[in-house]
């Protein structure tokens, strides 16, 4: 007994005791602020060298639901655009994910957009379905990550199940291929009402670097509703984590 405890105390503690304040390190990119002097001339810049065109060029916004968060607009103007560790990025409206110059407020869900429903089934135990339409397997690595030791979604009620019919709702990753869009549609119809659907990562919110490809089928995605959008590429666990939870109202 007394050797099992001495492993115990030189483990420490794994878990993480608060979700929404975990710090993490400064190299971690989250919320992105841009000056509000940021000139025309360094906005086009910045927007010929994103990969991924999340940069407006009238206005220098960047679109986080598009931003592969590669830092390169950083590099290039550092005293204009940086990227803080602020991880609690999720939102439940599209427009939400877009910062523009001179914005450095928290991005929180539009409480008045969250389905009543939701909250009144799902705030005690969620069950999540996850579909991967086209991933490469890193969102889906963090979002597995989520129910790890250190993590502990499941301590919420909240967890992955193997089927949809044991689900509340789904949660999307990759940029949603043809392949996968019947599979899909097929596991979100086996889902009982009310469900939710959650995006998870650049590639399921706008198809990020394979947006343009003929080898997508978004349709999913633009004719159903989307409770949550949680951007990252791949995703942070804690973002995922605290979006989960502001939608389902837990403190
Ligand atoms: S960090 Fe985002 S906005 Fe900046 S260049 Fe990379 S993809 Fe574009």
Known sequence: MLKEITILRSH???????????????????????SGNISDEDINGVAAICPVNAIDKKSGSIDMG???FCKECSFMQPERIRFTNDYRIAAN????LIIHPGDDNPVRLDEAKIRREVR????????????????????????????????DFGRFGI??????RHADGIV???????????ALNICYNAIPT??????AGTDAISGGIFEESPALNRKFINENHIDLYVPGNPIHPLTFI???????GIK
């Open 12 to 34: 420490g503690r794994q878990y993480v005791k608060n979700l929404r304040t975990q710090p993490v390190s400064d190299l971690f990119r989250g919320r992105p602020i841009i």
């Open 66 to 68: 598009r931003c592969a």
């Open 93 to 96: 409206s599209r427009e939400a």
């Open 120 to 151: 009144k089934l799902f705030k005690g135990a969620l069950k999540l379905r996850e579909v991967s339409a086209g991933g490469d397997n890193s969102c889906e690595m963090e979002l597995t990550a989520t129910g790890n030791v250190n993590f």
């Open 159 to 164: 967890e992955f199940v193997a089927s949809p």
């Open 172 to 182: 999307i990753t990759g940029p949603v291929t043809e392949n996968m869009e019947e």
């Open 194 to 199: 009310p469900k939710i659907i959650i995006l």
């Open 242 to 248: 605290n979006g989960v939870m502001d939608l389902l």
